[in-house]
């Protein structure tokens, strides 16, 4: 599969003809907004991982570009589903094989509310598995041990992971999320948006190789393939 990073938790997995948009906040991104028009993106699904705007943002106008799928927690599909929109519910723990691979929707520590305050659900990530290869997508969360349930189900070729700290886990613990989840390559994806979030990347990549870890931070626009 190939991953493309788009700005901040959004993500573009392409595999084989299928399009996996994860999190599109495009638009309200100052650094990403000059450089991606969310028209051009393609997508047959939408993975939401909680609601607030800064993951949802852009997520409406795609799917409907697009005629995609969203699919996440209970609660933001249903949001969703009353704007006409495909989706498909899902909720912690629960796992479902759509056409391109198979989705389970994972915990997360964090807190999730839409832009207007309505509820959406408890946050959470996703573990995606398609071709042979298994990636973790943390989504917004603290450190936390349930973590440690995702290697006793599967094999991690790649997790991705919040480095930003503040709102999330930081460059620290995201090293010891690595280790939680048993997988060294990590692609660091949630800084540098905001103020509260800007770190040094290149203190980050060296505190990951001092412990025999690889933390790959994209430019807007690279792609990589696992
Ligand atoms: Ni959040
Ligand atoms: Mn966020």
């Known amino acids: 599969m190939k991953i493309t ?3 901040h938790n959004t993500l573009l997995i392409t595999i ?3 399009q996996v948009l994860i999190d599109p906040f495009i638009s309200g991104n100052p650094l990403s907004k000059d450089i991606i028009d969310i028209n051009e993106i393609k997508a047959d699904y939408i993975l939401l991982t909680h609601a607030h705007q800064d993951h949802i943002l852009d997520a409406e106008a795609i799917a409907k570009n697009n005629n995609a799928t969203i699919v996440s927690n209970f609660e933001i599909t249903s949001n969703y589903e009353k704007k006409g929109i495909k989706v498909h519910p899902m909720n912690h723990g629960g796992k479902w094989n759509f056409d391109f691979g198979t989705v389970r929707y994972v915990n997360a520590i964090h807190t999730s509310s839409f832009p207007d305050g309505s509820y959406g659900g408890q946050p959470g990530g996703f573990v995606v598995e398609a071709n042979g290869k298994v990636i973790y997508i943390a989504g917004d969360t603290a450190l936390t041990m349930d973590m440690k349930l995702i290697p006793m189900q599967t094999t991690l070729d790649l997790a991705i992971l919040p480095v930003g700290d503040n709102f999330t886990m930081g460059v620290d613990d995201a090293i010891i999320a690595s280790d939680f989840v ?4 990590v692609l660091g994806v949630h800084y540098d948006t905001f103020g509260y979030i800007v770190i040094d ?3 980050a990549k060296e505190k ?3 412990k025999n870890k690889e933390l790959i931070l994209l430019e807007i626009g690279q792609d ?3």
């Not at 048993?182 to 390559?185: G, L, M, N, S």
């Open 201 to 203: 990347k290149e203190e």
């Open 5 to 7: 990073f788009l700005g």
């Open 182 to 185: 048993a997988c060294d390559k």
């Open 224 to 226: 990589i393939t696992i």
């Open 208 to 210: 990951f190789a001092s």
């Open 16 to 18: 084989e003809e299928k």
